[in-house]
């Protein structure tokens, strides 16, 4: 699991301290830029199940207000999702910074789930026709080191 947006990591020690504030679920740079912290799950195609990411993505000023507001509230189930950009780079897949997603709010004790807009980037292929479990076992050995 990715534990900020890239943005933070190309940021300074000062520029962090400064201009981010970053807890595990939200992340606001400079009171202009706001994230999110979601899962990006790719559905295994041999078998129950799915192969998760922890990611973030951005969201517009108000809905990030708007899902702040029902953060802790069973309600937020009902918040259609929202448009997004995809906020991390993932090993192994070509530059996933800035892909579009939609952030879709579930249960309290479930992060949201991040979609990416259909494409033809291989991240957003696997999500949309899945993958198999010894692909996401060979990807977790080689860009995870498990």
């Known amino acids: 699991m990715v534990s900020a947006p890239a ?13 981010f504030d970053l807890s595990s679920d939200t ?7 706001f994230f999110i912290r979601g899962v ?4 295994l195609s041999d078998r129950d199940g799915s192969f998760e990411f922890g990611v973030w993505s951005t969201l517009s000023r108000e809905n990030f207000m708007r899902y702040m ?32 997603c939609h952030v879709i709010p579930r249960e309290l004790d479930l992060r949201p789930l991040i979609e ?9 292929l696997q999500q949309q026709n899945g993958m198999r479990f010894e692909e ?9 080191g498990m």
């Open 7 to 19: 943005i933070w990591f190309d940021a300074s020690d000062k520029e962090q301290a400064e201009e």
């Open 27 to 33: 992340c606001i740079w400079k009171d202009e830029h």
């Open 40 to 43: 990006l799950a790719i559905k």
């Open 69 to 100: 507001e029902l953060f802790e509230n069973a309600g937020r189930v009902g918040i259609q999702p929202m448009f997004g950009w995809f906020s991390n780079n993932l090993p192994g897949y070509p530059d996933t910074i800035n892909l579009k």
């Open 116 to 124: 990416l807009e259909p494409s033809e980037h291989p991240l957003s």
């Open 136 to 144: 996401a076992v060979a990807y977790c050995h080689e860009h995870l």
